[in-house]
């Protein structure tokens, strides 16, 4: 119990240290980072046996995340094989083990440098976690005797036990992104998981090489005010080396670049066509090609057209006729001759209802053209880079 508590103060003590420092520390330097690592290494389960019997391979992935250049957290997973024995009868067995484990690693280098920036020769951690491990295939251990009593009854009790953990890294960079690792940890485990009653945790301890990845990487930007160096003003030696430093702020010289910008613009149109007795005698070409432009070079252009007739000839009736053949025929033109899109012309007829041109009669044999869209241009500004 009272190495339980001085591991779980061990990864306190790391969290309050971390936190504190990345509190403190505003300068220029790495903000934080994730990483994924690979270790392969040996393992030893201590036990009264000797120690060159014990050792085993172990393998491990972890997948973690700096939260300052200080204080981390990773999720390990390791295992492979672990081993026993007596050495009384010089009989020895083997077993399968995982390890899933959360731990909290401290950067001490970090800690106490004044370089934050993440790129050193050689970082030490320490670490401390906590999690579990199962075992499975200890079938060796029933093959022993005469103790085959006694190293069988814990294992087929539970093969799962809590794991606490405290260790070493020693880590160094191959580039920004790949570093090279060298961790040693010991992990408590329950009496039972070597298969063997002792009244006291199992201690397992296991040394590592490892390649990691880093990525993600967050950087604190400095402050764009600096200031430039101090000048000494040394005043004349009669008045006994009187000094004045005068300190200058440096003023960043803005740098205009120009920068092309689209706009809109609501425009209006109104032409006016007119016509002799006849219905479809105007032939103004220019006047069909100036109300077409308008429609094909204006975002959702439209337009109505409206055929008037005079009062001074006709009837209310073929004047209504006469009206609305001029603005079918003015539509019908732009249509065919000109490529319009028949769905933005919308025409209307008021025969000789209203009149347009009160002072004239003649100019009442007319259509008038009324239409809105909206111009697309583009504006070249000059913008603070």
């Known amino acids: 119990m009272k190495t339980k508590r001085i591991l779980l103060a061990a990864a306190l003590m790391a969290l309050v240290v971390g936190v504190a420092k990345a509190q403190d520390d505003t300068r220029d330097a790495l903000k934080s980072y994730s990483f994924v690592e690979a270790q ?10 000797k120690m060159d019997k014990l ?3 172990t393998a491990a992935l972890s997948f973690g995340h700096f939260f300052s250049p200080v204080i981390g957290v990773r999720l390990h997973v390791n295992g492979w094989q672990a081993k026993s024995g007596f050495s009384s009868v010089d009989q020895y067995y083997k077993w399968n083990y995982i390890t899933p484990n959360i731990d909290m690693l401290l950067n001490l280098t970090n800690a106490f440098s004044s370089d934050n920036s993440g790129s050193h020769f050689l970082n030490v951690m320490v670490l401390a976690g906590l999690g579990l491990q199962y ?12 103790v085959v ?3 069988t009854k814990p294992w087929s009790d539970s093969r799962l036990s809590q794991n606490l953990r405290a ?6 960079d191959v580039t920004k992104r790949l570093g090279f690792s060298l961790e040693v940890n010991a992990n408590s485990i329950s009496d039972r998981m070597n298969s063997k009653i002792s009244f006291s945790d199992d201690w397992q301890f296991t040394a590592m090489l490892g390649i990691s ?4 990487k967050s950087y604190e930007k400095p402050s764009p005010i600096s200031l430039s160096l101090l000048q000494d003003v040394i005043d004349d030696q009669a008045a006994n080396t009187a000094t004045t430093q005068l300190v200058v702020a440096e003023k960043k010289e803005k740098k205009m670049v120009k920068k092309e910008i689209s706009k809109e613009e609501t425009l209006n149109l109104h032409k006016e066509a007119f016509y002799g007795l006849a219905v479809t005698n105007n032939s103004d070409n220019k006047l069909f090609e100036e109300v077409s432009k308008f429609l094909k070079e204006h975002k959702n252009a439209k337009i109505t057209i409206v055929g008037y007739a ?3 000839t006709g009837n209310p009736k073929i004047n209504k006729k006469y009206a609305t053949e001029r603005a079918e025929n003015f539509k019908a033109k732009l249509v065919k001759d000109f ?3 028949a769905s933005a012309i919308n025409t209307d007829s008021k025969g000789d209802t209203v009149q347009p041109f009160p002072d004239d009669n003649d100019k009442n044999r007319c259509v008038l053209i009324d239409g809105q869209g909206i111009r697309i241009y583009t504006e070249t500004i000059e913008v603070e880079e």
């Open 310 to 312: 005079d009062k001074g």
């Open 213 to 216: 990845y880093r990525f993600s």
């Open 149 to 151: 009593a006694q190293a």
């Open 135 to 146: 075992g499975w295939d200890n079938d060796e251990v029933k093959k022993l005797d005469p």
């Open 339 to 341: 490529g319009c899109d």
């Open 40 to 49: 392969g290494g040996l393992q030893l389960t201590s036990t009264n046996a």
């Open 167 to 172: 260790g070493i890294r020693l880590e160094t």
């Open 55 to 57: 050792m085993t391979p």
